[in-house]
């Protein structure tokens, strides 16, 4: 199938790029999310993109929202393109399973971090400070160590370079306690009752990263929800074998990642090209994953 690297929508406004997706303002009130093929590795865009990526990572999205049905407000409006404003149906070839028109609202200048196990960010923290985001844990924890309950660890929106892991004190002087604690409590919903169906599927989310928007004083759940971008993956017979001493890899990335290491590349100078076959081993993965969590092939994704 056609990779998706970019878009460039004709009479719509671009409202923002991000590393994988594109959004556009449809109107006041609505923005398009549009996930294209786009992959990073190592802190960069890779220079070729995986086929149908978006649309799977857009797939799963759908499933979760719908997943999560009436216990969660959200910001979907529509999935098919033909049904959406005209401005956007005249690109509903380009578009169709890959973009989402959603409620447009004002994002809480917070990542909602929900961790499930010791890693990335939230193990720097505790290797360095025996904490995370100000949370204290027990000492004597390995790397990978599940966090039972899980942990709410917000970060700041950086506009440039990394996000700052920040205290929930932080996130109530800025929000308010009610506001604090009703993102905390939702994001820790979200996430428990999102992997406990994927663990029963035989994958595990080690954390993920959830976003929520304001649209006259109600929150809604935005963005990009538990997909492989926003979210650790490990399958979990791999998470048996490797805990708890080893690394799990990751379930999505680690085809492209292995084939990075295999390459002559600093990681600081632009990514080499990834061959075809690499590209296609990435995509069956994405399917993998989807068809995994939900239980039937991916809809949209055409041969
Ligand atoms: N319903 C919504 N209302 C308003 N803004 C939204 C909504 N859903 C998503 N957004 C915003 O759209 C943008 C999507 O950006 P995207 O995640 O693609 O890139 P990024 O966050 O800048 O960088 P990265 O690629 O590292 O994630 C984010 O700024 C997000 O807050
Ligand atoms: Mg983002």
Same mark, same amino acid.
């Given at each position: ?106 994002? #809480?200048?917070?990542?909602?971090? !929900?961790? $499930?196990?010791? *890693?990335?960010? %939230?193990? @720097?923290? #505790?290797?360095?400070?025996?904490? !995370?985001? $100000?949370?204290? *844990?027990?000492? %004597?924890? @390995? ?161």
């Amino acid at each position: 199938m056609q990779a998706l690297a970019t878009t460039q929508l004709d009479g719509l406004k671009p409202f923002h790029r991000g590393k994988v997706r594109d959004v556009y303002e449809v109107d006041a009130d609505h923005l398009l999310l549009v996930a294209t093929d786009r992959i990073s590795a190592f802190d960069h865009i890779l220079p070729d993109p995986v086929p149908g990526k978006g649309i799977v990572l857009t797939q799963l999205s759908l499933f979760w929202f719908a997943y999560l049905g009436s216990s969660i407000q959200h910001q979907v409006v529509e999935t098919d393109p033909n049904s959406m404003p005209a401005s956007v149906r005249r690109h509903a070839d380009v578009l169709r399973g890959r973009s989402v028109l959603v409620k447009r609202t004002q994002v #809480y200048p917070f990542e909602c971090i !929900v961790r $499930g196990f010791l *890693l990335g960010s %939230g193990w @720097k923290d #505790y290797s360095a400070t025996g904490k !995370v985001c $100000g949370i204290n *844990l027990d000492a %004597g924890l @390995k790397k990978n160590a599940a966090l039972r309950p899980p942990l709410f660890t917000p970060s700041t929106k950086a506009k440039e370079g990394h996000d700052e892991n920040v205290s929930f004190a932080r996130m109530e002087s800025e929000l308010g306690s009610a506001r604090a604690a009703e993102l905390r409590d939702q994001s820790l919903f979200v996430y428990s009752r999102c992997a406990d169906h994927a663990k029963s599927r035989g994958i595990i989310i080690c954390d993920t990263k959830l976003e929520w928007g304001n649209l006259n004083g109600r929150t809604l759940l935005v963005d990009e929800v538990l997909t492989p971008d926003s979210s650790r993956f490990w399958k979990a017979d791999d998470a048996a074998r490797y805990l708890p001493d080893g690394d799990p890899p990751s379930y999505d990335k680690q085809v492209v990642r292995n084939w990075l290491e295999t390459q002559p590349w600093d990681k600081q100078s632009p990514p080499p090209r990834i061959p075809t076959d690499v590209q296609a081993l990435a995509q069956a993965r994405y399917v993998e994953i989807y068809e995994t969590i939900v239980g039937r092939p991916v809809p949209e994704l055409r041969g």
